[in-house]
């Protein structure tokens, strides 16, 4: 590397794949026996134990909801969105409460005006339209474990 080149540049250049964020653990180590066969130390990424890309494909809903929120221009950050849509989330057809509608109109900030209550039903049909491939599979499998 010259005076000239940065690190960006040389990243950039180099055919080797820099994994940032990314946390691996390595396997405990082997008990020392002639019994035992030998292994080598794994360096597969760690998820917790209900993690979507382990179980199945992923949902993609949440990150559609958030970013319709945010199309809505009601003055949501990133992550006041995806509280609203978590307490959508906490009944099981995302309906909210009366109170939960309260709370919900609150999820922007002490500093920052509560939402009317048309605009958390706008905010709520905006979930709902991206959850609706969600819902209608998740009340599926309610109907299947009645049947059964």
Same mark, same amino acid.
């Given at each position: 590397?010259? +005076?000239?080149?940065?690190?960006?540049?040389?990243?950039?250049? !180099?055919?080797?794949? =820099?994994?940032? %964020?990314?946390?691996?653990?390595? $396997?405990?180590?082997? =008990?020392?026996? !002639?019994?035992?066969?030998?292994?080598?130390? !794994?360096?597969?990424?760690? %998820?917790? $134990?209900?993690?979507?890309?382990?179980?199945?494909?992923?949902?993609?809903? /949440? &990150?559609?909801?958030? /970013?319709?929120?945010?199309? *809505?221009?009601?003055?949501? &950050?990133?992550?006041?969105? $995806?509280?609203?849509?978590?307490?959508?989330?906490? =009944?099981?057809?995302?309906? *909210?409460?009366?109170?939960?509608?309260?709370?919900?109109?609150?999820?922007?900030?002490?500093?920052? +005006?509560?939402?009317?209550?048309?605009?958390?039903?706008?905010?709520?049909?905006?979930? *709902? =339209?991206?959850?609706?491939?969600?819902?209608?599979? &998740?009340?599926?499998?309610?109907? +299947? $474990?009645?049947?059964?």
């Amino acid at each position: 590397m010259n +005076d000239q080149t940065t690190l960006a540049d040389a990243a950039a250049v !180099s055919p080797f794949r =820099v994994l940032r %964020h990314r946390r691996f653990m390595p $396997a405990a180590a082997p =008990v020392e026996s !002639s019994s035992a066969p030998s292994t080598t130390i !794994s360096t597969a990424p760690t %998820h917790p $134990a209900n993690c979507l890309c382990c179980i199945g494909g992923p949902d993609l809903s /949440f &990150e559609r909801a958030v /970013f319709s929120i945010l199309a *809505l221009n009601l003055g949501f &950050e990133y992550d006041t969105a $995806a509280k609203f849509i978590r307490l959508c989330r906490a =009944v099981p057809r995302m309906v *909210l409460s009366k109170g939960k509608a309260k709370i919900a109109s609150k999820v922007r900030g002490k500093n920052i +005006d509560a939402l009317s209550a048309e605009e958390v039903q706008r905010v709520q049909n905006v979930v *709902l =339209v991206e959850y609706a491939g969600t819902l209608a599979l &998740e009340e599926k499998q309610r109907i +299947d $474990a009645g049947v059964r």
